[in-house]
């Protein structure tokens, strides 16, 4: 039986990769290699400086242009952070109300930790007016929603090169290693230095872009680690509770044969 | 046999209740026939396991999908980000919503599975056409709920998947452009198409309830068919009781799938989608590459490899609509491919032939990938229209068992 069994599986197994590989393998010529990250694996965790480091020059460079509408400041008590540094982090952008005043107008308020991460622009319009035509995409879900994720994101973000001999880079146009066709509206975000970290780490764009990497990836699957921490537990289950089957199973059979 | 008692009828143990309403409304002899005492061919295997699989994959989907439709809204203003808040703040709601998006997959694969044993096995042939048949219903009904639940979320690949297979009806002669109109409930993908999107996709799984109960009455009226493809009802020896043979086997198969399942769930959610799907949707921006989930492919490499719009349509819902002629263009009276030396080539040729349009579907369709996609729409069609009908009346099948227990001793001391 257990034979069997391993006949029924493997070809169907087969099948599934056969079937959603190709999927996934249509996107192009360009190579995105493999970092790895804290949170790469089935038991990979956010590294909560990373984190912290990340949310610092989402704040501090990111947020010039990029909205991330769907996450919250309450959201950061994730990385680390404590209610009250997430108060003050909140605190100091000043939102629009939604709900009018007694006087029916709309007030300027401080942000709470309970709204969502404050936008750069009213709209894309604005946002397109101010960035020579270009809409800087909301970055909530920037690592899910690209073809390589994460590594894709990085090799991105450290993809920015001189343009090869013979290729005109048109005014306003970044040439960019890893973004197909390589010519990006987004000038190079990081440069050495380009924030000062509280903990000593390195400023170098190889380490700003994976610290930002982690970040935007936390932001795209806040809930990564209590699914794989869950996911141990409910496949462990499973398995001995098929095994004590398998044995039932055999069992019940016997007297059969 | 099982002695034990069971407090439903037929066992020796009475309950003062159970006896009460059974008198008046059979419901515990029913049960008791039809998952109890049900005899079932001795030698089935594990592929035999994907029946019942399907139908609690089923079950999964319509419960999460139950709980996903409470904090769902089907605007196109809200549809996205309303998914988003299932992510980030329902309690498990990532978890019910990775199930009921995996479930898809899931539901798919088992069923995929399930068609090919029928097909390994000839299970279509008589007395079973209608039951083959209803099954052909589910796998529509299936494609259909699987179409409409992928737009609702709203993103990019939702849009512009609803906005290729919506046109597809554009193709019909004379009365094409109004019934995309109709269906759509505009000029275009719009907010009236996502709110009927969402309606219909809420429907069609209890119509696929009731068309599964109807394949399984057909299925207990002549009984499951078996590896040997032979009739079981000659010999007493040949059947056991489903339970608690079968209710244990397949107990042990859904131990197996789970684990699968749950790899997926919780360590690999989007392996399956396509990452493009967590772009809002965009009416004014095409994706570069527009392609159906993994199961619908196959249909999709067909519709694409015909270069005339209506004859690939036709073409498309042809492959699907032949399967059932099956029974009539495989006149062999032997059912198992295990006797049947040339149908059983055929089989494998025919299985890789799928999975070549599979592959074909994905690819951007130009040069090899399109002319590969052409010769696999052309074998498809040859092998139901062509190679069956021949290979069924020339073959020479090799000679069946009398019986189950004749061979399965057999084996057993080998």
């Given at each position: 039986m257990s034979i069997n069994l391993r006949r029924a599986l493997l070809p169907a197994l087969g099948l599934l990769a056969a079937l959603s590989v190709p999927a996934f393998a249509a996107e192009g010529e360009i190579k995105i290699p493999k970092q790895s990250w804290s949170f790469s694996g089935p038991l990979g965790t956010y590294d909560r400086a990373a984190l912290q480091r990340g949310f610092q020059i989402y704040k501090e460079v990111c947020s010039a242009c990029h909205a991330m509408s769907l996450v919250a400041y309450r959201n950061l008590t994730a990385l680390g952070f404590s209610d009250a540094e997430v108060k003050a982090i909140a605190a100091s952008v000043e939102v629009q109300d939604k709900e009018p005043n007694d006087q029916g107008e709309y007030v300027m308020r401080q942000g709470r930790a309970a709204d969502h991460f404050k936008a750069p622009f009213a709209n894309e319009q604005a946002a397109r007016a101010a960035n020579n035509g270009a809409y800087p995409p909301d970055l909530s879900l920037i690592t899910k929603a690209r073809v390589g994720g994460s590594d894709y994101l990085y090799a991105l973000l450290t993809g920015y090169k001189p343009a090869p001999a013979g290729m005109t880079v048109p005014d306003g146009m970044y040439y960019n290693d890893s973004f197909l066709g390589h010519l990006i509206a987004m000038a190079p975000p990081l440069s050495d230095g380009a924030v000062t970290y509280a903990d000593n780490t390195a400023t170098t764009v190889p380490q700003l872009a994976k610290d930002v990497t982690t970040f935007l990836t936390w932001a795209a699957e806040p809930e990564m680690e209590e699914r794989k921490r869950l996911g141990v537990k409910v496949v462990l289950f499973l398995l001995l509770m098929t095994g004590v089957i398998f044995a039932w199973k055999r069992k019940v059979w016997k007297d059969l044969h | 046999m099982s002695t034990s008692s069971n407090p439903a009828t037929g066992a020796p143990k009475k309950n003062g209740i159970v006896e009460w309403i059974d008198y008046r409304l059979p419901i515990f002899t029913f049960m008791n026939h039809e998952l109890r005492e049900y005899p079932t061919p001795k030698n089935l295997n594990y592929w035999w396991n994907f029946g019942s699989l399907a139908g609690i994959v089923l079950v999964v989907m319509i419960l999460s999908g139950i709980f996903l439709a409470m904090n769902y809204t089907a605007h196109v203003d809200h549809a996205f980000v309303s998914v988003e808040r299932i992510m980030r703040d329902v309690n498990y709601g990532w978890l019910i919503r990775y199930i009921h998006m995996n479930g898809a997959s899931m539901f798919f694969l088992v069923v995929y599975i399930?068609?090919?044993r029928g097909l390994y096995y000839g299970s279509y042939k008589p007395p079973?056409?209608?039951?083959?048949?209803?099954?052909?219903?589910?796998?529509?009904?299936?494609?259909?709920?699987?179409?409409?639940?992928?737009?609702l979320p709203w993103g990019q690949m939702s849009f512009w998947g609803a906005t290729v297979i919506t046109n597809l009806f554009s193709a019909i002669p004379l009365v094409g452009e109004p019934i995309v109109t109709w269906l759509w409930g505009g000029f275009s993908v719009d907010n009236p198409t996502l709110n009927r999107f969402f309606s219909l996709h809420y429907l069609l799984p209890f119509v696929?309830?009731?068309?599964?109960?109807?394949?399984?009455?057909?299925?207990?009226?002549?009984?499951?068919?078996?590896?040997?493809?032979?009739?079981?009802?000659?010999?007493?020896?040949?059947?056991?009781?489903?339970?608690?043979?079968?209710?244990v086997k397949d107990m042990f198969g859904l131990g197996v799938f789970l684990v699968i399942y749950a790899a997926f769930v919780f360590f690999a959610p989007n392996f399956f989608g396509e990452p493009v799907n967590y772009v809002p949707a965009n009416p004014l921006q095409t994706p570069s590459e527009i392609v159906p989930e993994w199961y619908l492919l196959p249909f999709y490499a067909i519709l694409r490899s015909i270069p005339d719009k209506l004859a690939g349509v036709i073409a498309m819902f042809g492959a699907i609509f032949i399967l059932f002629l099956l029974p009539w263009l495989d006149s062999s009276k032997v059912r198992s491919a295990t006797f049947r030396p040339i149908y059983k080539q055929l089989f494998w040729i025919f299985l890789v032939d799928c999975i070549v349009l599979g592959w074909a579907g994905a690819q951007h369709p130009e040069g090899a990938p399109l002319l590969i996609g052409r010769l696999a729409?052309?074998?498809?069609?040859?092998?139901?229209?062509?190679?069956?009908?021949?290979?069924?009346?020339f073959e020479k099948p090799r000679a069946l068992p009398e019986s189950i227990s004749t061979p399965v001793l057999k084996t057993e001391k080998a």
């Open positions: - | 399930h068609i090919f079973r056409e209608l039951l083959w048949w209803l099954g052909l219903v589910i796998l529509i009904l299936m494609m259909a709920t699987a179409f409409l639940g992928y737009v696929i309830v009731g068309v599964v109960m109807l394949h399984l009455v057909a299925l207990h009226t002549h009984g499951s068919n078996n590896p040997l493809g032979i009739d079981t009802k000659k010999n007493p020896k040949d059947s056991i009781p489903f339970h608690p043979y079968y209710t729409t052309a074998y498809y069609f040859l092998h139901f229209i062509v190679l069956l009908p021949l290979v069924s009346k």
